[in-house]
């Protein structure tokens, strides 16, 4: 793809998201990259995307639930992002009209996403971002995607698949379990878990839980890009 192109940029914080993405996307007209779940790495990757040419910004992956009303595999579109950083970033009002029809036939949940810096451990933690900012879910690089695209005055859009449901923690084996590149720690995260082997029916059903996501994203991906294609006649 040459700078002159128009693409969409894709940042997902992980590679087997990044996978979802371009399983079931036309790979010709997307820019993608991967954070490793973090939101500083996310927003380099955007003002370069940016800079060569991005018609849009798309964050896309799975996250963690604060709606307790969500469960794994629910895709929520972010039509604004709160960030830890205390930034308010909207998105695009054409871009989450173009997919208005799929968010009515599918009785999508729409609303906003939290951007946190940090892994959020304990449905505590989990219940109060909800309360406090009513934010339906929570993931590590969706602000960072929002704030070079607002740098860039590039338009933004958040569509995130659940994964760990509002009244789950998260294992203390799968906190660090996210490198730099995006791809799982194996190997050290089980070594954690065997200090501690209650923790393996957790990471067993984090799996499931992320499992369930990765397919919804495969799954409605698809037609909600091939629309978003056509606001930029790509």
């Given at each position: 793809m040459t700078q002159t192109d128009k693409f969409i940029a894709v940042i997902c914080g992980l590679k087997t998201e990044a996978q979802a993405v371009l399983s079931v996307v036309?790979?010709?007209?997307?820019?993608?990259?991967?954070?490793?779940?973090?939101?500083?790495?996310?927003?380099?990757?955007?003002?370069?995307?940016?800079?060569?040419g991005a018609a849009?910004?798309?964050?896309?992956?799975?996250?963690g639930g604060l709606d307790p009303s969500?469960?794994?595999?629910?895709?929520v579109i972010g039509d604004r992002v709160i960030g830890d950083d205390g930034g308010r970033y909207e998105s695009d009002r054409y871009l989450l009209g173009a997919i208005q029809?799929?968010?009515?036939?599918r009785g999508l949940r729409?609303?906003?996403?939290?951007?946190?810096?940090d892994v959020i451990k304990t449905a505590s933690k989990k219940a109060a971002l909800f309360q406090n900012h009513e934010t339906l879910a929570v993931d590590m690089e969706s602000h960072g995607a929002a704030r070079a695209a607002a740098e860039n005055s590039v338009p933004f859009l958040a569509i995130r698949a659940i994964?760990?449901?509002?009244?789950?923690?998260?294992?203390?084996?799968?906190?660090?379990?996210?490198?730099p590149d995006g791809s799982t720690?194996?190997?050290?995260?089980?070594?954690?878990?065997?200090?501690?082997p209650g923790q393996f029916p957790q990471l067993m059903k984090l799996g499931g839980d992320s499992a369930a996501a990765l397919k919804t994203l495969r799954r409605d991906l698809g037609p909600l890009f091939?629309?978003?294609?056509?606001?930029?006649?790509l």
């Open positions: 036309d790979v010709s007209k997307i820019e993608i990259a991967v954070s490793g779940a973090n939101a500083e790495r996310a927003a380099e990757h955007g003002r370069i995307l940016c800079h060569n849009a910004v798309i964050s896309v992956g799975i996250s969500l469960t794994p595999g629910d895709l029809k799929d968010i009515d036939a729409t609303g906003a996403i939290f951007g946190s810096d994964a760990d449901p509002a009244d789950r923690a998260l294992p203390a084996a799968a906190i660090n379990a996210i490198a720690r194996m190997l050290a995260t089980l070594g954690a878990a065997m200090l501690n091939r629309r978003l294609f056509l606001v930029f006649d």
